[in-house]
């Protein structure tokens, strides 16, 4: 059954490239061992994002984990912390709304220079949403995006939803912010998160759709085997990395 919502830009299947439009060097990419804990994560990116505004750092993607915590966007809603207790809440600078961060889930800060590539904002998301469906593609996952809503999903056509409509999963989200137009915050893919963590929020606002992972799509996919997808990806679509 078509899923009715889907329009052109959603089923686009193109990818789009976001390179450097001047000479500059690969971008830094950096894998974090065990759990970061969200406030180092703040100060690393403010860091970095500092320093690559002066011309002192090169572009940068870090790849995190993080220890169980609810994030707050510029546009949350406190009546989307359906559980405030439950885990830690930040509210940080990034676009957005609430979403879980914890275990199992691979979060990616991209601190990149639209200067050196494009000032055009909605471009540089789409090109975000670009490298999470590029990702998911590795694994022969079908990520879609919605006019309607933020993130990255997948049909369900084996669990029909009230509507009669196909039901639909959001497996992967995104939220920006830039400073001199470098960009931190980032992305994050659910590899194997314990999915009733969602429950204590309402995932970016989006109370009629669900939350999946690439495991409990089936996959039998470590986070190693994400980062490798990840990185390919991200150098088709952003350019070469070291």
């Known amino acids: 059954m078509k899923n009715k919502n889907l329009n052109a830009r959603d089923d686009a299947k193109a990818i789009s490239h976001f390179l450097p439009t001047v000479d500059t060097p690969p971008v830094d990419w950096i894998v974090a061992p065990g759990l970061t804990e969200y406030e180092d994560a703040l100060a690393f990116m403010d860091q970095r994002v500092d320093m690559i505004s002066r011309g002192e750092a090169t572009e940068c993607i870090w790849l995190v984990e993080h220890p169980s915590l609810y994030t707050a966007g510029t546009s949350a809603d406190d009546s989307d912390l359906t559980q405030p207790d439950r885990f830690p809440v930040f509210k940080t600078g990034r676009g957005g709304q609430y979403t879980y961060h ?65 039901a639909e999963d959001k497996i992967a989200a995104l939220g920006i912010r830039l400073r001199k137009w470098v960009s931190f915050h980032g992305i994050s893919i659910n590899v194997e998160p314990e999915l009733a963590h969602f429950e204590g929020i309402v995932p970016c606002g989006v109370r009629e759709h669900g939350v999946t992972s690439l495991v409990d799509l089936g996959l039998p996919v470590t986070m190693e085997d994400c980062d490798i997808a990840m990185k390919e990806a991200f150098q088709e679509v952003f350019g070469p990395v070291e």
Not at 102 to 127: C, H, S, T, W
Not at 143 to 163: F, Y
């Open 102 to 166: 914890g275990p199992g889930q691979r979060v990616a800060y991209a601190m990149l220079d639209l200067n050196r590539r494009e000032k055009d904002v909605r471009r540089y998301v789409i090109a975000l949403e670009d490298w999470l469906i590029a990702s998911l593609d590795k694994f022969n996952i079908r990520g879609e995006r919605r006019t309607d809503r933020v993130g990255v999903w997948v049909q369900r056509p084996d669990r029909p939803a009230p509507t009669g409509m196909i």
